[in-house]
């Protein structure tokens, strides 16, 4: 297929919504509801079993849960990891809209049995890694003030603060700071920072 095309595409695309196949509705539709506080909105009635999740009113909906029609013919779900084994979905990441509602959400997670796979700070976002009954990975995340990552955002995207269990409940707003005028980071004896600004 040729590539030559006098068209160029629209910009403003974004994510709308994603769809996950799921062995059990029922213990998906728990872990996201009761677990992550989202709401069903609706269900499909015709075709499939198929349900309608979203986290705010506004809107239609964020993604979707479809019972697979053989769940005995699938695959164990495996344990989640950063690290890519096949092709697929590495991990889909769930924001609040606060540090406040964040840090409430990781203590419910935690009173729940949930265990974060991995806890820690990128430039960008603070985040804690789960995964759901499917194996799906999730970030769970809050966004950081713009203005700590727009100065440099590749750096920012390169970094990683690697936080010990015991403070997996804990945040700061000692924010690591990115661009030609950051400051240098502040080494914490415990915490593995990875950084590697464009051009290292």
Known sequence: MSTQSSTKPSKGGSVSHLVLNVRDIEASHHFYTELLGFDQCAELT??????????????????????????????????????????????????????????????????????????????MTRSAYIADPDGYGLEVLYNVPSEVWEGDIDAALNYFEDLPPEEALEDTREYQWFGADAPAPVEVPGRVRTRQPAGD
């Open 46 to 123: 015709h075709t499939m079993t198929m349900r309608f999740y979203r986290g705010v009113e506004s809107h239609h909906h964020d993604f979707a849960l479809v019972q697979v029609a053989d769940p005995d013919s699938a695959a164990p779900p495996e344990q989640w990891t950063m690290e890519p084994r096949r092709v697929g979905v590495n991990h889909i990441a769930i924001g609040y809209p606060d540090r406040e509602s964040w840090l409430n959400q990781l203590a419910h997670l935690k009173a729940n049995g949930v265990e974060f796979i991995v806890r820690g700070n990128h430039g």
